[in-house]
C-alpha cells in the first residue's frame, strides 16, 4: 500500500471528484509551498500572496467539482497558470483606466505604464492594448474615426473636423459618443479598465 505521499496526482483528483475531501487536502499539502512561493514572488505582498493562493484553489475546486479538469499528468502547471491569471486579474483591477468625462481629458495610454515594467506588467499592459484596440474598432464607423484620429494621430478637433467634412461640434459629439459607446463595451465584455 502506498503512503498518501505517494499517490499520483491523477489518482488523488480522481478520489477527490469522487468524494474523497482528504485527497484534495494531499494534493495542496503537496504543492502549497511552490505554489505561494510562486505568487509571493510576483506580488511581495505576504496577506495578497494568500488571497491569491485561496482564490487560486477555489477555482481549482469549482473546475474540478464541475467535471471541466482534464487530467494529463499536468495538474501543477494548471494550477500556476490558475494562479498566473488571478495575478494578471490583481494587476487589471488596480491599473484601471481613468474615467473620462470630457473628451479632452480621454488618454488611451494613460492606462499604460512607460516605467520598467516587470513581465507581469508587461503582459497586462500588451492585452489592454489589444482589448482596447479591439472595443474601438467595434464602434460605428464615424465614432470609431474621430476616436482614432485623437488618440492616435493626435489631431485636434479642428483637424478632425476638417478631415472629416463635418463642423467641430459635430467631431466633438462623434468622440463624446465614441468614449460613452466604449465605456459601455468595457462594461459589458466585463474589463477592468475603468476605475469603479
Not at 8 to 22: C, F, H, K, M, T
Not at 66 to 84: D, Q, T
Not at 152 to 178: C, H, P, W
Request: contains cysteine.
Amino acid at each position: 500500500m502506498l503512503t498518501k505521499d505517494y499517490y499520483p496526482d491523477a489518482e488523488l483528483i480522481r478520489n477527490y471528484v469522487e468524494g474523497d475531501e482528504s485527497s484534495l487536502h494531499r494534493l495542496i499539502d503537496r504543492y502549497q509551498t511552490r505554489i505561494f512561493n510562486f505568487i509571493y514572488s510576483k506580488l511581495y505582498d505576504r496577506d495578497l500572496a494568500n488571497d491569491i493562493f485561496q482564490d487560486t484553489f477555489i477555482k481549482v475546486i469549482r473546475t474540478l467539482k464541475r467535471g471541466k479538469y482534464n487530467e494529463e499528468g499536468k495538474f501543477l502547471p494548471w494550477v500556476m497558470r490558475i494562479a498566473h491569471n488571478l495575478i494578471i486579474d490583481h494587476f487589471r483591477k488596480n491599473k484601471r483606466m481613468p474615467r473620462f468625462d470630457h473628451p479632452g481629458e480621454f488618454e488611451i495610454f494613460d492606462i499604460l505604464e512607460d516605467d520598467q515594467l516587470n513581465a507581469e506588467k508587461s503582459i497586462v499592459k500588451h492585452q489592454k492594448e489589444n482589448d482596447l484596440k479591439l472595443l474601438i474598432e467595434e464602434l460605428p464607423a464615424d465614432q470609431c474615426e474621430v476616436l482614432k484620429m485623437r488618440i492616435y494621430q493626435d489631431l485636434s478637433f479642428k483637424e478632425i473636423a476638417y478631415k472629416t467634412d463635418v463642423s467641430i461640434n459635430t467631431a466633438l459629439g462623434r468622440m463624446r459618443y465614441a468614449l460613452i459607446n466604449l465605456r459601455k463595451k468595457i462594461d459589458e465584455k466585463g474589463l477592468k479598465l475603468l476605475d469603479r
